[in-house]
């Protein structure tokens, strides 16, 4: 099936960070991400690639432009155990909300990144 423009599908989506040396840090060591790739770029940039287990969707650590705001990017991760991503997040001191258990819905949970980005864990089904 081809669209209009041609489009067929996301690569990546971009997180934006204050210091990529930090979130590769945060996001490797203590989410326990794969780096994909990290090359520098014109300029004296890089180019970061990371991702959790599931290498379907890639993330980038983008250095953030003075007039960035935090807050919720809408990216959801999932767990098979969301008890125990909450548990093993909240050991490594990341700011985590409390779960989440509705009627009908997946429980989940809110954390954030050292830059204050906030995101999602729901619980796969």
């Not at 840090?25 to 180019?47: A, E, H, K, N």
Request: aromatic share 8%; charged share 20%; glycine share 8%.
């Amino acid at each position: 099936m081809s669209t209009i423009t041609h489009i067929t599908g996301v690569r990546t989506v971009s997180i934006p960070v204050e210091s990529q040396d930090a979130a590769v840090l945060f996001y490797i060591g203590t989410l326990g991400f794969t780096l994909l790739r990290d090359v520098p770029t014109p300029g004296g940039g890089r180019w970061i690639e990371i991702a959790p287990t599931d290498t379907s969707v890639i993330l980038t650590l983008e250095p953030a432009t003075p007039k960035t705001t935090r807050g919720a990017i809408g990216i959801r991760f999932t767990t098979d155990d969301i008890d125990g991503a909450h548990s093993a997040l909240r050991e490594r001191a990341v700011e985590t909300d409390d779960i989440l258990r509705w009627p009908g819905t997946p429980a989940m949970f809110a954390f954030r990144d050292p830059d204050g980005n906030t995101f999602s864990i729901t619980a796969t089904l």
